[in-house]
């Protein structure tokens, strides 16, 4: 079973930075995405940011240039290192595995972990 175990969230103040990280474990599928999602207050969940192990790395529009995604293969960790953060940010972050980068095909999520961005 796959264990997806986030942490790093927390409150800062507009154009502040945050990284999230998440320990994966079990992996399921020896080629599989792993990315980041989120859900506001009222909101759907919405895509944040994707890791393919055998594809490109895609991100939302409205995090390309402030938002990135890695991974430490060593430490099974997926990270999220997040600048210039805006209050629109503020919402529950979510790690996400899944054999296909696409919404329907992820199939396991983490706990999710708050990020709150003030003015």
């Known amino acids: 079973q796959v264990q997806l175990v986030e942490s790093g969230g927390g409150s800062v103040q507009a154009g502040g930075s945050l990284r999230l990280s998440c320990v994966v474990s079990?992996?399921?599928?020896?080629?599989?995405?792993l990315g980041w999602f989120r859900q506001a207050l009222e909101k759907e969940r919405e895509e944040v940011a994707l890791?393919?192990?055998?594809?490109?790395?895609t991100y939302a529009d409205s995090v390309k240039g402030r938002f990135t995604i890695s991974k430490d293969n060593a430490k099974n960790t997926l990270y999220l290192q997040m600048d210039s953060l805006k209050i629109d940010d503020t919402a529950m972050y979510y790690c996400?595995?899944?054999?296909?980068?696409?919404?329907?095909?992820?199939?396991?999520w983490g706990q999710g972990t708050q990020v709150t961005v003030s003015s």
């Open positions: 079990g992996y399921r599928y020896k080629s599989h995405c």
């Open positions: 890791l393919d192990t055998s594809g490109p790395t």
């Open positions: 996400a595995y899944g054999r296909w980068c696409s919404r329907d095909d992820i199939t396991d």
